[in-house]
């Protein structure tokens, strides 16, 4: 799986790796850990966007890939004392 993560082509070569394998081949910071599902922030600013990355484990091996882009509303803190 190849990824454009901040202008630059990365290769993610995770699918049938164990836990371990895919811990030291990350260079990111493992954001949340459970068992069989892990995520890892690939990229974005703390602000507006990020790219997470959830990796599903079956049998102790990564069986799923999925990406996802999260946008946060900067006005969002702003309009909450109205309510």
């Not at 836990?19 to 892990?38: A, G």
């Not at 990020?50 to 599903?56: L, R």
Request: hydrophobic share 40%; charged share 30%.
């Amino acid at each position: 799986m190849f990824l454009k993560i901040k202008n630059k082509f990365v290769k993610f070569d995770l699918l049938g790796k164990t836990k371990e394998e895919v811990r030291v081949s990350m260079k990111e910071e493992l954001v949340q850990v459970n068992s069989n599902l892990w995520s890892y922030e690939l990229d974005g600013s703390r602000l507006l966007k990020k790219t997470v990355m959830y990796i599903e484990f079956e049998n102790n091996k990564a069986c799923h890939l999925s990406l996802r882009i999260v946008y946060k509303n900067p006005l969002k803190k702003l309009m909450s004392w109205r309510s």
